[in-house]
């Protein structure tokens, strides 16, 4: 397939993607931005003339169908999160009660979409400025009674595992959106876990930028992942050994399968690999 036909492709799932879960007066307004802007997305291969058309806020109903509201100015990673189904999108389902976990929660997409569905979020982001952001699109939808707010870096339980992903780069930390001064303190899933009294995690959503590779390393205590019932993963090889990653899930009782960025099945060794999912296997 050449690399035209390809980006057609990509722009008409997008497309797809939007009618779908955009509100109809969301759509509608991205659609007419999309046909405006087209010479110019062609040509970047870059939407974000198009998502510009909800600044002022918008409502989407992601993959299992509840309304979530955004307001205006907190949009960005909308049709990633709920038209793309980036997290969800091989078989995985929100719960609709119990524990969901978000490890790099950012503006709070995935937690609040969480919380809406009717399950209680913990929402965990290293960059302090996040929190007031997070508090932001929860009030917008009510649901502050169910979602949590964290500030700290996901890791291991182990002092010897040092903390991983771009954040781990003081230069990085600095120059971050939402940063404040110091790095917050490492936290490890178990402590975590055992801190909010939950036995059992319907759902773990991980995006920390190569963080992952801590949070999951061997060397740490990983008798949490008993509790876990699937695990959406973004991963970055950059910063550790994918295939390891999946021989630890899969040894831990999981079925894991591994995508592209766009929804195409790939190898843990791909350099395309951008996205794992895994689901407990049942005996």
């Not at 879960?21 to 999309?34: I, K, N, T």
């Not at 955004?70 to 709920?82: D, I, K, S």
């Not at 291991?156 to 303190?185: C, F, I, K, Y």
């Amino acid at each position: 397939m050449t690399m035209a036909l390809r980006n057609l492709k990509r722009m008409s799932g997008e497309v797809v993607g939007v009618v779908r879960h955009a509100s109809r007066r969301d759509a509608l307004r991205w659609l007419r931005a999309f046909v405006l802007h087209l010479p110019t997305i062609m040509r970047s291969r870059s939407l974000q003339g198009a998502d510009a058309a909800w600044a002022n806020g918008g409502v989407f109903r992601p993959s299992n169908g509840v309304a979530v509201k955004l307001p205006a100015g907190f949009t960005m990673g909308a049709r990633e999160m709920y038209c793309r189904d980036v997290y969800l999108r091989s078989g995985l389902t929100m719960p609709s009660s119990g524990w969901v976990v978000d490890l790099g929660a950012n503006h709070g997409l995935f937690s609040v979409w969480a919380a809406v569905s009717g399950a209680t979020a913990v929402a965990v982001e290293a960059q302090q400025g996040f929190a007031d952001v997070i508090r932001t699109v929860v009030a917008a939808n009510g649901v502050e009674e169910r979602v949590r707010i964290v500030t700290a870096i996901a890791g291991s339980s182990a002092p010897s595992v040092p903390t991983r992903g771009v954040l781990a780069d003081e230069e990085r930390w600095v120059t971050a959106t939402h940063s404040v001064g110091q790095r917050p303190n490492v936290v490890a899933m178990g402590d975590l876990l055992d801190s909010l009294g939950a036995d059992r995690v319907g759902l773990l959503k991980v995006d920390i930028e190569g963080g992952e590779f801590a949070v999951f390393d061997p060397l740490g205590d990983l008798e949490w992942l008993a509790r876990v019932e699937q695990i959406a993963l973004e991963v970055h090889p950059p910063f550790g050994d994918v295939p390891a990653l999946e021989r630890l899930l899969v040894d831990r009782g999981f079925s894991v399968t591994f995508q592209a960025n766009e929804p195409v099945e790939v190898a843990p060794a791909d350099p395309s690999v951008n996205y794992a999912y895994a689901t407990r296997v049942r005996t």
